[in-house]
């Protein structure tokens, strides 16, 4: 009786989960084009749905809902399900979309070159794990422990590098400090620039139209085209005629390439005058007081990992447990540990999958919505998918740390004698990889001095 209640329970929830997923891939991913494939929507909604269900399973686990066993049994029909998803049915789909669009693909090969590519995809998958410290000779080739430790490089690769541009690049996007002090006059002045260079070609193009229409007048003059002599002088000035309209062309060229510049530097100067106006207004000075705390926590987060990769160190402690005992032993509180233990690990997880998921979901919409076109959306939705599935399974990887000794059990039960220590040791020297590219390269484009455009 209880494992059905908690079986209506989940179901409820993976329901609420479903509807979720598929209104963010309606009215946000799919809003400006049509849907035309159902399976499409049906295998985003269903990754989404059983990547929540994974967190919400890990929050049941700390405030003890539902049955040990039913727990430990959703736990594996989850899990399963997402691995099914993204190792067998998304990149199956995708080899299937990829190849039908191609044109001269006949339809009766689509079917066996679908296959092919998946076995090629497998192959590679399955290749990755190979330089990676990951694999267990107790381990079966088809166990989960398998499939899960080579998703984990992927998702944690993918993790590391989102979160060290994020952490660099967030500030740089919020805080006062880096914005450029431009004025309404320096916009105006720029677009004013730009008109100028505008009417410039507008007028040569008029000279290269006036001087072809000369050319062909003279060609079909037959009094003027003679034998003789004169045919001589004409050639001539046919020929005076043809280099002018070389040189009319070449300055043309030059005069695009600068409206082209003209107009970047206008746009970048309308984007500095908001973000300026912006800064000024109550949310603005509450993103540049966030921007200055995620500057300290990137600084810290650089110096930890350094710490980690120079030192093969990887921590013992959660957070929580180690604030606990800071609380107890160095400010003589008197609090019970398990407690808040509990309510404190409850969350900082509910904090941590709320902002992953998020954080994910608005970076899929932006790459979305800048690189899909009416033919190609629904493979990139599919791909999205699939490093969606991929990011929040290796999330739960490197969420086993963040939970005190008691609430990992069951995650590491369920995963298997994974070389968890060796993830967290990735992640560390990719993100700081990541963070240390990002800060070089945002400051080479905030420090690069303005082209003197006056000289092209």
Not at 93 to 112: E, G, L, T, W
Request: hydrophobic share 50%; aromatic share 14%; glycine share 4%.
């Amino acid at each position: 009786m209880a494992f059905l209640e908690d079986t209506i329970v989940l179901l409820i929830s993976q329901v609420i989960f479903f509807v979720g997923a598929r209104t963010f891939f309606m009215k946000q991913l799919f809003k400006d084009y049509e849907v035309r494939h159902v399976l499409v929507y049906l295998i985003f909604s269903i990754t989404l749905m059983l990547s929540c269900t994974m967190f919400e399973l890990i929050i049941f686990e700390i405030l003890n809902w539902l049955e040990a066993s039913s727990r430990s049994f959703f736990w594996s029909v989850i899990l399963y399900s997402l691995l099914f998803v993204v190792i067998v049915l998304n990149p199956i789909y995708i080899s299937y979309s990829c190849i039908s669009n191609i044109s001269f693909v006949r339809a009766d090969y689509i079917k066996s070159l679908t296959i092919c590519v998946w076995i090629i995809f497998l192959t590679i998958f399955w290749k990755i794990g190979d330089p990676f410290p990951i694999l267990n000779p107790k381990q079966g080739i088809l166990s989960i422990e398998q499939l899960v430790s080579r998703i984990g490089v992927i998702g944690v690769t993918v993790m590391a590098l989102l979160s060290g541009f994020g952490a660099v690049n967030y500030p740089y996007t919020n805080m006062s400090y880096f914005i450029r002090e431009v004025s309404a006059a320096d916009v105006m002045t720029v677009e004013k620039r730009l008109m100028q260079t505008m009417d410039m070609i507008v007028l040569k193009k008029k000279r290269i139209a006036v001087s072809k229409r000369q050319n062909l007048d003279k060609s079909t003059d037959t009094g003027v085209y003679r034998k003789g002599i004169w045919s001589m002088f004409n050639s001539i000035g046919s020929n005076r005629g043809q280099e002018n309209i070389s040189q009319l062309k070449l300055e043309i060229s030059g005069l695009e390439e600068l409206s082209r510049q003209l107009f970047l530097e206008a746009h970048e100067k309308h984007n500095m005058l908001e973000r300026i106006e912006w800064s000024k207004t109550w949310q603005g000075k509450y993103f540049n007081f966030l921007g200055y705390i995620f500057s300290m926590y990137c600084m810290w987060k650089i110096f930890i990992c350094t710490i980690n990769i120079v030192f093969d160190r990887v921590g013992k402690k959660d957070i929580v447990t180690r604030g606990i005992e800071i609380a107890v032993h160095w400010m003589g509180l008197n609090i019970d540990v398990n407690f808040w233990s509990q309510h404190i690990s409850f969350i900082l997880v509910g904090c941590i999958v709320i902002t992953s998921i998020r954080g994910l979901l608005l970076t899929l919409t932006k790459f979305f919505n800048k690189i899909s076109s009416s033919k190609s959306s629904n493979i990139i939705v599919l791909v999205l998918a699939q490093l969606m599935g991929m990011y929040f399974l290796s999330s739960v990887l490197l969420l086993r740390m963040s939970m005190p000794q008691e609430y990992r059990t069951i995650i590491t039960q369920v995963l298997g004698d994974l070389q968890f220590n060796f993830y967290h040791r990735w992640f560390d020297v990719i993100f700081l990889v990541s963070a240390l590219a990002s800060i070089l390269t945002l400051y080479l484009a905030h420090k690069e001095p303005t082209q003197d455009l006056n000289d092209l």
